[in-house]
Each structure stands twice: as C-alpha cells, then as structure tokens.
C-alpha cells in the first residue's frame, strides 16, 4: 500500500492540526510541532486546529489545557478552531463497532503477566516480541469462559501484513512492515480508548489533509494509515515527521519533568520570538537568526529545510537570541507592552527607540523609563563643574544635536574632555555608570529636569 504525499499546494487549502495532550504544560520541542504546523497552515491558506488529546481522563486536566492556550497564545499561534476529544466519544465508538463488525477489532483477554511472559519467552527464544494473535484463535466459548471469570477485554486492531509506505513531506520515501508490528491496542479494559483511534476519527472528521508531528510517531503511521483505510477515508492524509528538540545534555524533553516549558521561558523574560525561532529553526538548515515578527518567521519557514538528525536546543543561545530580537524590535512590535508599563505619550517610541538597545529583558524598560521620569540626585558632582554644566545648559526646544553642543560649551570652560567629561554628566543625569545614547535621552529628560538633576540637592 502506498500513500502519495506529493503535496500540491494548488489543489485544496491544507488542514492541520496540533494535538498535544493537557498532561502537562508543552515545551519547546511540543513549541516546534505547534509552529511547523501554523506556519504551514499560514504558508498555504490552510487551517489550523487545536485538538486536546484528553481522552486519558486520570491525566488530562483542565489547568493543562488551559496553560496550553495562554502558551500558544503568548507564542502567536492563534488556532482557526479548536476541539477536545473528550468531548466526541459517540464518534469513537461508532468507529469501533465499525471495526469490530469488519473484523479488524477483536477482543483480547490476556493479564498483562501473561503478555509479559509471552514476550520473555519470545526474547528467550530469539523471536522478535511481537503479539502471537493467540486472541483470534479464541472460541465463543473460550470467549465466554474469560467473561464469566470476569475478565474483561481490551481490543486489538488486526493489522494487514503488507509494507505500508509514505512519501514523508521532511524525511522522504518511508516505509513500514507491518507484519513487524504488534496488532496495537486501541481499546482498554475499561472501555476507554488510547490515542490511535480517535486521533485517526479526528482527523478523518476534521478533514485534516497534513499530519505534521515529531518522529517519535513514525511507526504509528503505518497503523495509522491502515486505520484511516479500514474506517473509509475518501483522501489521502500526507505525513511529515519533524526531529525532535533534545536538551543541551542530550536528553529528551517532556511534558510530565516541565523541563523547558513554554511557561517556565516565558517566566525567565525570554522573549516569545526568540522562543519560536529557536523551536522553528534549530536543527534545520536555516541558521537561528533574530526575527521581529512571526509572520517573518512564517516567511522563513520551510518544512524542506528541517535535518534527519536530533536537533540540540541550547538553552544559553536563547538567552543570546532573544536580546538580539528585543533590540531589533520596532515601537509597532511593543506598543501595547510598553503601554502596559505606563510608558506611553509622544517620547514613548523615541524613548524606545533609544533604551531598546540597552535590554537584557523588556521588563528592564521600566527602568529606563523611570531614569527619563523619576528625581534623580547625585551628590558627587564638583560645584564649579555643576555650575558650569547649568550655565551651558541650552534653551529648549531640544533634539538630538543638543547633547553634543552643550557638552561642546561646558568642554570650552572647563576645559575637560572625554571621559572626564561625559561621565560625570552621564552620572547626574541617570544615576547610571552606562546606558542609552545620552543625546537621545537628554531630548527626553527635558531642561527641566536636567536642570533639576544638575542643581545641588
Ligand atoms: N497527542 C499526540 C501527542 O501529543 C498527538 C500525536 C499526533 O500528532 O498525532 O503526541
């Protein structure tokens, strides 16, 4: 069985979806998966959708869920919809009695000792662990026997043993054997269901056209796509496997350890464009480079681009990245941030403008701003220097230029120049050892409050 992936983007409006589970906050590699996916949808007019894979009741939560949208949100992934499977339980049912009528569901009875034994053996034996199918070879009685003790079965879907193959959108021409593969479980004992079957009811349902997801689910494509063919699916559903983002130590990252999360970032003052440029170009062959807008990221993106081999995040360059992005961003970019500090009016974009360079975090701006705004007294600055520097002092209306032209008239009387010079005023306008351009910020401070900065306390 062959399923095409050749992907015409004439044809029909991609859909895609990111599906992760609300047993944890996602972090940066679960990032990677929701951005390849947006930028996908957004690249070919598609559609994008949020599924909360919340069928596992025990571990799924609410707060999770909740936590996974203000995560998406702060990163700019605005989902087109959004669904829950928890919600959608008479859709997987109705496809399991379909199965099971067609014979590809059968009712199982094994303890999980006597499968663990059946393995050990297996191994024992050189043989690979595969499932034996010893269910299907039950009787009605043998069948009725397990009931009456009370066992209660989980369902099995009986895999065709034939290779299936794909034409993978990142790692190309794929295959699977699936005589290779256990018949997998996709009904518990108790009833409830594990991801296989209702992911591939969802997708049907939703007309997902793209299944883009990280390499970890290889294998349950060739189950996937025999699942999606014994449930009817009218179209062929493309496949792209992405690298998986591994920690700076190698390891892998998951949901349940909250090792790099999106939330625990965002709680360090990284900023959410470093995040997904990082998540989004680490291990591609595109560099890692500051962008200033994620519809530039968008532009960027290429499905193409993404490398075979594990992708290393690097906790450190985000660090890095994410000052190289604030320092670039425009005052468009950061209005309603800044304006959330107060920081608003006609100097707001030229103080921007001027502090933006001088960020390790944006929330550093507020001290920036209260530098233009606050009282500040410096007490060390010799009287004939003050004096001086006060007598020089131009009348407004003042810009730019006005910094070097005082400064150039309080150098002629004092003859100081230099650091001997620029320090001492730097300290009594800021209280700062360094900082912005002072000729931006002197237009900022204003006369009066340079005056009253340069006045004796
Ligand atoms: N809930 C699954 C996961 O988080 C979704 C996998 C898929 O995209 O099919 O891994």
């Given at each position: 069985m062959t399923q095409q992936a050749h992907y015409n983007p004439g044809l029909v409006a991609p859909v895609v979806r990111f599906a992760p589970s609300p047993t944890g906050r996602i972090h940066i590699g679960n990032a990677r998966t929701a951005l390849l996916n947006y930028f996908f949808a957004r690249k070919h007019g598609g559609a994008f959708i949020l599924r909360f894979d919340d069928t596992d009741a025990e571990r799924s939560t609410e707060e999770f869920a909740l936590g996974i949208e203000v995560d998406l949100e702060w990163l700019g992934v605005a989902p087109d919809q959004k669904f829950?499977?928890?919600?959608?339980?008479?859709?997987?049912?109705?496809?399991?009695r379909r199965l099971k009528e067609a014979g590809r569901l059968y009712p199982c009875y094994e303890t999980p000792e006597e499968l663990e034994r059946k393995r050990r053996l297996q191994i024992a034996r050189g043989a690979p662990p595969v499932y034996d199918r010893a269910a299907l070879a039950l009787t009605d009685a043998e069948r009725a026997g397990f009931e009456a003790a009370g066992r209660k079965p989980h369902w099995r879907f009986r895999l065709e043993p034939e290779v299936v193959r794909w034409d993978d959108l990142i790692r190309g021409?794929?295959?699977?054997?699936?005589?290779?593969?256990?018949?997998?479980?996709?009904?518990?004992?108790?009833?409830?269901?594990?991801?296989?079957?209702p992911s591939v009811v969802d997708d049907i349902d939703a007309g997902v056209t793209h299944i883009i997801r990280g390499e970890d689910h290889v294998t349950n494509t060739a189950v996937q796509v025999q699942l999606f063919r014994a449930l009817g699916a009218q179209a062929a559903t493309h496949f792209a496997h992405h690298n998986l983002l591994v920690g700076a130590d190698g390891q892998g990252l998951s949901k349940r350890t909250g090792a790099l999360s999106i939330a625990g970032l965002r709680e360090t003052g990284v900023e959410s464009l470093a995040v997904a440029a990082m998540a989004t170009l680490t291990g591609s062959s595109l560099a890692v480079q500051p962008v200033h807008s994620l519809p530039e990221l968008a532009g960027l993106f290429d499905l193409s681009a993404i490398s075979r081999t594990s992708a290393r995040f690097d906790d450190s360059e985000l660090h890095a990245l994410s000052q190289r992005v604030l320092h670039g961003l425009s005052y468009d970019a950061v209005r309603d941030r800044l304006e959330a500090h107060d920081i608003v009016g006609f100097r707001a974009e030229p103080f921007w403008l001027a502090a933006r360079g001088n960020l390790t975090r944006f929330s550093d701006i507020a001290d920036w701003w209260s530098v233009i705004e606050n009282d500040i007294v410096v007490t060390a600055l010799p009287s004939d220097f003050r004096a001086a520097a006060i007598a020089a002092l131009p009348q407004e209306p003042w810009d730019e230029t006005t910094w070097s032209a005082w400064t150039q008239a309080v150098k002629e009387t004092t003859g100081l120049k230099g650091k001997a010079l620029f320090h001492p005023l730097r300290l009594a306008l800021t209280g700062r050892e360094s900082g912005p351009?002072?000729?931006?910020?002197?237009p900022l401070i204003g006369r009066a409050r340079t005056l009253a900065r340069l006045s004796p306390p």
């Open positions: 829950r499977q928890s919600e959608r339980f008479a859709l997987y049912d109705a496809a399991a021409d794929s295959h699977i054997d699936c005589a290779s593969l256990s018949d997998p479980v996709l009904v518990r004992e108790d009833g409830s269901y594990l991801y296989t079957l351009e002072l000729a931006k910020l002197l």
